[in-house]
Every structure is written in C-alpha cells, then in structure tokens.
C-alpha cells in the first residue's frame, strides 16, 4: 500500500541546519505538505505546495524535492522549533490523502 | 478569525456508536472541502476521511472504511463523522481540518483543536 516515510527522530544544534525527508511513490505525482505539531497541540501548516509559507511561518522554514523525496529544511533551527513534523500528500492509487510516518525534532 | 471546533467525543463502550461534529466560522463553509484526521496516544497522524465541498463525493481510509460516514450541512456551516462498530483501535483524538485546492497543488490549512474518543469496555 502506498506510505509515506520519515525517518523518526533527528537531532540539531541551536542556530544550525536540519533537512527531514519524506520518500513515497505518490511524491512522484503530488507536492509534499509539511506540517508542525508540538506536544498537547493540532498540528500547524509550515510548507505547502513546491515551497510556500503561511503567513507568520519563519522563512527559515523551507522545502523542496526530487523524485520520489521530499525535505523540508530548517535553516538556523530555534529553540521553539522543536516538535514532531509530518508531511502529506495525495495520492491516486488506494488511500487518496497519505500522512508521514513523522519525524521529532530535537533542538540542542 | 477562520475556527473549527469539534465536539460529540467522549468514552464508549465497543461496538457502540459515536457522532462527531464540526462547526466551522469565519470562512465560506461550503467552498472547501472537510477532512478528518485522527491521532491515537502517543502515535502520529493518521487520515480519516474527506468530504467534497459539496458533498458530493467522499473517500475513507481503510481502517474505517464500511464503519464511517463523513458528511456536512453546509446550511449549518458543520462536518459530521458517524463512526460505527467502534473498536479499541479507534481511540484517538479527532481533528477536523479544511483543505485548500488549487491548480498544482492541495493543502490542509486549518485544523480544530481536536476532541478525544476513547473506545474502552
């Protein structure tokens, strides 16, 4: 079935870079949404479409991709951006709307 | 301001029934469509079901698929999730969430704060 995976957890130093990736067939096809989610909270849109930002979302926040990836990329990563992240596509075979496995963000 | 509250969660029994409910305001309800998404205790997102903005087509995961009816009443500005044969498995916090279509590309952009369904004997 198709899926869409993170890898778990990955770790930065505070004012450094992190790149999380999402790989999944339906990437191929559709852009990756990125979405925030800090403990106790709904979940918050950070990256829409080919590397869009909400209004209020820092510009350190970013994303792109190749084939079958997708990253999103925290340049000069802040205290408060420690969470979990989940990106999200469509998807045109089986389920039509797929969640990330989730990665959590540790700021050092 | 653009809100979705949820409401209708609570603790059942399995096998029993529960409607949730969506109120949506400060947006034009009927021209977006509505999604579902849930999130079991410690565990990550997981898509429920979405609903046209008119209604007129709806799609569910499979693992409520045959138990769920999404619908909504544009009217009333509000999204329904009739979930039926509940399992312990459906314990999770709902979220109704709004999605944004566009030419390229689909989004959820709003999210409720979400409402707890816990399924225990």
């Known amino acids: 079935s198709s899926e869409l995976t993170q890898d778990p957890a990955v770790s930065v130093a505070l004012g450094q870079t992190v790149r999380i990736t999402c790989q999944g067939h339906?990437?191929?096809?559709?852009?990756a949404n990125w979405f925030q989610q800090r403990p106790g909270q709904a979940p918050v849109l950070v990256i829409y479409?080919?590397?869009n930002r909400p209004s209020g979302i820092p510009d350190r926040f970013s994303g792109s991709s190749s084939g079958d990836t997708a990253s999103l990329t925290i340049t000069g990563a802040q205290a408060e951006d420690e969470a979990d992240y989940y990106c999200?596509?469509?998807?045109?075979?089986?389920?039509?709307?797929?969640f990330g496995t989730g990665t959590k963000v540790t700021v050092l | 301001q653009v809100q979705l509250v949820e409401s209708g969660g609570g603790v059942v029994q399995p096998g029993r029934s529960l409607r949730l409910s969506c109120a949506a305001s400060?947006?034009?309800?009927?021209?977006?469509?509505m999604h579902w998404v849930r999130q079991a205790p410690g565990k990550g997102l997981e898509w429920v079901a979405v609903?046209?903005?008119?209604?007129?087509?709806?799609y569910y995961g499979d693992s409520v698929k045959g138990r769920c009816t999404i619908s909504r009443d544009n009217s009333k500005n509000t999204l329904y999730l009739q979930m039926n044969s509940l399992r312990v498995e459906d314990t999770a916090m709902y979220y109704c969430?709004?999605?944004?279509?566009?030419?390229?590309?689909?989004?959820?952009?709003?999210w409720g704060k979400g409402t707890t369904v816990t399924v225990s004997s």
């Open positions: 969430a709004r999605e944004v279509t566009r030419p390229d590309y689909y989004y959820i952009d709003v």
């Open positions: 400060g947006f034009t309800f009927g021209n977006y469509g």
């Open positions: 609903i046209w903005h008119d209604g007129s087509n709806q």
């Open positions: 339906s990437l191929r096809s559709f852009y």
């Open positions: 479409g080919k590397n």
């Open positions: 999200n596509s469509r998807d045109n075979s089986g389920i039509p709307y797929l």
